[in-house]
């Protein structure tokens, strides 16, 4: 018996009802990290397995989306870019905003689409957003090399074009859009595990988003032309990630320092929030999904 | 004694029937309003037994209900129960799939689960490829995986295949080689959920001595669910009885398994008798069942292997029948058809039933020789073995039990059908 009563201190973990706000145990995703990469390597692996071109459409993708903006946008529209080719300032564009509707489409599914697995085995389940941002990344890289490579064409070809003095900054605000996407995405995959409606509106309202994020314009366009409603994009923190993303890369339009502020703000507002619910959400949604 | 390595207290698990979706927005806002004026959940009160069978005035059910449990280091605890008896609840919980409403677990080693072979296999990875991602969803790291690599392909027999997509597998082979990267996690608890109902017999004798390996040689502490009680029988140590989400049994094996049975029985003999008088031609009456030595069996009442048989019932004929017959139909508790005997089996015709006679029938079967199980019996009446006159579904129900008709130690495999009186000698020569 009293062997018993010294015992009850030494217990290794405990099963309980959920209702701690934040239970997010950071050494438990460290033991998980293998996990992580083998996700990762699953999705880029698979991802493209048995079609005919292969990883050549994380190219084509981006790449004929800019052409038909720098069409309808800049030659039938007549949206000035600057000394900026038309499009190279899409690409750019486009390149920073696939990373954030890839990482936000697939991680808002999260719950959704590995019901299956979580209701076999447990593992800290944000390992699988996660997995996600990162295999993204690679795909990111890939069509940021792109990115690159037209960049010296239009530079051989005598654009005076130049990146900012402050371009290593910019894998730092890649990491604010993963942040920003996978909070995002944690918010909805945790309600879609409730409320279906969710799913429809993703896919539609990532496309609307799109074109309140600055992506084929600059911000300074919209304050020009549509002043009543440039409070839109002006409340958007991803216009104010892309637009950055275009002053590092490109050295295009101005430094909105209040607008990185506030952007960074609602990021890490997101974040937390998404990781509260889908810390609330991970424990019971299998009942409810 | 050794030390408790996991102890459950006040396990409850509520689940809400119906559809979810209509109604839940104002039932969440309904909780939430309750908890910020901190008062108790006002659904958690509501909610009954799980028995499926009668329906419930509410739309919530306790799935568990109160399960007190410890377990010791090193024991193999099988845990049975009917279906929804709240088994899988249990271990979905205990793996932390799923959260519990009310009470706690609390536990003194790494819990691993195997509540279904093979979870997160990718069909377009490599066997290697997969055994990583595997083992890793199940908690291993790549270190531990790759030190163990060799082990786990050894043991699920494919090396050949080890760098083809597992697409390409037969299902034999996906299973195994997932039941292998299983039965090298080196986790504290294993949680083990049916895995052994996959594979052919060479297979799952492995799978089970491996499991007796981990318990017994490692001295590891496993938790078995299973329907199969020859494979509790051989695997466990102890065994509790759940039912209706409540923990009724609590015990060594023989005398769990037994108090299993007699639940699935007390279940089997609630089972309707269904006469269906079809054209109205004929009526039964009288039905009876006699043992051995002449006595009276009560509908749900066991029998022993080897023992002779007796039914007996009066047809009343209202009309004239040209070749009355008869069929008896023995189905296990798998609802498998297991005997078929017609009157025609000992020579017996019946060319006309004259109207408003009666006539009394006896059928005797000298050897029940079904393996030990519980039996339906289906009685058919009919006009040339083809036509239905009259049937009663369910008609008796009785259990076989091993008794002294063979002279083996062990239990009959459950998975065998037919005992066969067998004598066997050696000489030498």
Redesign the interface.
């Known amino acids: 018996m009293e062997?018993?009563s010294t015992?009850k201190e030494?217990?290794?973990?405990?099963?309980?009802?959920?209702n701690k706000l934040i239970s997010l145990n950071l050494k438990e995703v460290w033991?998980?990290k293998?996990?992580l990469?083998?996700?990762v390597?699953?999705d880029v692996?698979?991802v493209y397995?048995?079609t005919i071109l292969g990883p050549l459409w994380y190219l084509i993708q981006p790449l004929f989306t800019s052409i038909i903006f720098t069409i309808i946008f800049n030659n039938v529209a007549g949206i000035k870019t600057g000394g900026i080719p038309p499009f190279l300032f899409n690409l750019a564009g486009v390149t920073s905003w696939n990373y954030f509707r890839e990482c936000l489409t697939a991680t808002s599914d999260t719950f959704k689409k590995n019901a299956?697995?979580?209701?076999?085995?447990?593992?800290p389940r944000i390992i699988m957003p996660m997995s996600i941002v990162v295999s993204n990344l690679l795909k990111f890289g890939i069509q940021l090399a792109v990115f690159i490579g037209f960049y010296v064409f239009f530079i051989f070809n005598g654009n005076e074009i130049s990146p900012s003095p402050y371009v290593f900054l910019y894998p730092l605000l890649i990491v604010i859009m993963a942040m920003f996407s996978l909070g995002l995405g944690m918010i909805i995959s945790s309600m879609v595990t409730?409320?279906?409606d969710l799913t429809f509106l993703v896919s539609f309202g990532v496309q609307l988003l799109m074109y309140v994020s600055a992506v084929m314009y600059p911000m300074s366009l919209v304050k020009e032309k549509l002043s009543t409603y440039s409070w839109i994009v002006d409340y958007n923190p991803m216009a104010h990630i892309i637009e950055t993303s275009r002053y590092l890369l490109l050295n295009d339009g101005i430094l909105n320092m209040n607008g990185i502020i506030y952007s960074v703000v609602i990021t890490i507002v997101i974040f937390l929030t998404g990781l509260i619910i889908f810390n609330k959400t991970e424990?019971?949604f299998?009942?409810?999904v | 004694m050794s030390?408790?390595i996991l102890?459950i207290e006040n396990l409850s698990k509520q689940?809400?029937l119906g559809t979810?979706?209509t109604g839940?927005i104002s039932h969440d806002l309904n909780r939430w309003w309750h908890k910020v004026r901190g008062k108790e959940d006002p659904y958690l009160k509501i909610g009954e037994t799980n028995d499926r069978s009668t329906k419930g005035s509410s739309d919530y059910v306790w799935a568990l209900k109160d399960i007190n449990l410890e377990v010791k280091k090193g024991e193999v605890l099988g845990i049975i129960g009917k279906n929804g008896a709240g088994k899988s609840t249990l271990l979905?919980?205990?793996?932390?799939?799923?959260?519990?409403?009310?009470?706690?677990?609390?536990?003194?080693?790494?819990i691993a689960?195997l509540?279904?072979v093979g979870?997160?296999f990718?069909p377009?990875?490599t066997g290697r490829?997969n055994i990583?991602?595997n083992g890793?969803?199940?908690?291993?790291?790549?270190k531990e995986i790759t030190s163990k690599i060799d082990e786990i392909i050894g043991f699920a027999g494919v090396e050949r295949y080890i760098d083809t997509p597992t697409k390409r597998y037969s299902s034999g082979m996906t299973v195994r080689l997932a039941f292998a990267v299983a039965a090298h996690l080196e986790p504290e608890i294993l949680v083990v959920d049916e895995v052994l109902a996959v594979g052919d017999a060479e297979f799952q004798k492995k799978a089970i001595g491996k499991m007796q390996d981990i318990s017994k040689g490692e001295g590891r502490t496993v938790l078995f669910v299973s329907h199969n009680m020859a494979a509790v029988q051989s695997l466990c140590s102890r065994v509790v009885v759940l039912d209706n989400g409540k923990l009724v049994y609590e015990g060594e094996v023989a005398e769990s398994v037994e108090y299993y049975s007699a639940i699935c029985r007390e279940r089997l003999k609630k089972e309707y008798v269904i006469h269906n008088n079809v054209l109205g031609k004929v009526k039964l009456s009288n039905l009876k069942v006699l043992n051995t030595d002449n006595s009276l069996l009560k509908n749900g009442e066991s029998l022993m292997l080897g023992d002779t048989f007796k039914i007996e019932f009066n047809v009343k004929i209202f009309e004239d029948i040209k070749d009355l017959s008869f069929a008896l139909d023995i189905f296990n508790d798998k609802q498998e058809l297991i005997s078929h005997l017609i009157n025609e089996d000992s020579g017996l015709y019946i060319p006309t039933a004259i109207n408003n006679s009666v006539l009394k029938i006896s059928i005797e079967s000298k050897e029940l020789l079904f393996i030990p199980g519980v039996y339906n019996i289906n009685l058919w009446v009919g006009q040339s073995q083809t036509e239905a006159l009259y049937t009663i579904k369910n008609c008796f129900t009785f259990s076989l039990e091993q008794g002294g008709y063979t002279k083996r130690t062990k239990r009959l495999p459950k998975h065998s059908k037919v005992y066969l009186h067998s004598v066997w000698e050696s000489k030498v020569v």
């Open positions: 062997e018993n015992a030494r217990w290794l973990f405990e099963i309980t009802p959920k033991q998980y293998d996990l990469m083998l996700f390597k699953r692996i698979t397995k048995q299956g697995l979580f209701g076999k085995v447990y593992f409730k409320y279906r424990k019971s299998i009942d409810t | 030390e408790v102890k689940y809400r979810v979706g839940t979905k919980i205990l793996s932390k799939v799923t959260g519990p409403t009310t009470g706690s677990i609390k536990s003194k080693g790494r689960s509540l279904e979870t997160g990718h377009e990875l490829e990583f991602l890793a969803i199940l908690g291993m790291t790549k």
